[in-house]
């Protein structure tokens, strides 16, 4: 929903977020498989990510989550950044305050599978490659 100058790591999370995540209630996750499907699909475009990159894709996730978590609990307190979506919320603070609760549950999600989710979306990069070739590199 925004664009602006900054890492490609920002990008990549906040598509994570928004597209890999699943929810019950108020319990917020990174679904596996279709985080496996975007950073597949993401390596077959040929833009590169660093092995570094990679490890660090947790953690900027967490970040972006945090922060939209914040902006959540600001607004239910200000009511005036998030539009209220009365036919699933009593009250836009109601509303405010569970999605903030939900970007906390993926937060804590995040942080309990640091490790894992970095070795899967390093896997799952390193696959989409193999659908075609690296960039620089011409098929033989």
């Not at 602006?4 to 917020?28: N, P």
């Not at 953690?59 to 209220?84: G, H, N, P, Q």
């Not at 305050?97 to 896997?123: D, I, Q, V």
Request: charged share 20%.
């Amino acid at each position: 929903d925004n664009v602006c100058y900054g890492h490609v790591l920002v990008d990549v999370a906040e598509m994570l977020r928004s597209w890999a995540t699943e929810a019950s209630g108020t319990e917020t996750w990174v679904s596996p498989p279709i985080a496996a499907a975007i950073m597949a699909g993401y390596a077959e475009t040929g833009l590169l990510l660093t092995p570094d990159d990679i490890l660090l894709l947790p953690t900027v996730l967490r970040a972006i989550t945090v922060t939209l978590a914040r902006r959540y609990l600001t607004d239910a307190l200000a009511e005036v950044f998030f539009k209220w979506d009365s036919s699933a919320y009593p009250s836009l603070d109601i509303q405010n305050r569970t999605r903030a609760e939900a970007m906390l549950s993926l937060a804590e999600s995040l942080l309990m599978n640091e490790s894992p989710l970095a070795e899967a979306f390093g896997e799952a990069y390193e696959g989409g490659f193999s659908a075609g070739c690296r960039p620089g590199e011409s098929e033989s």
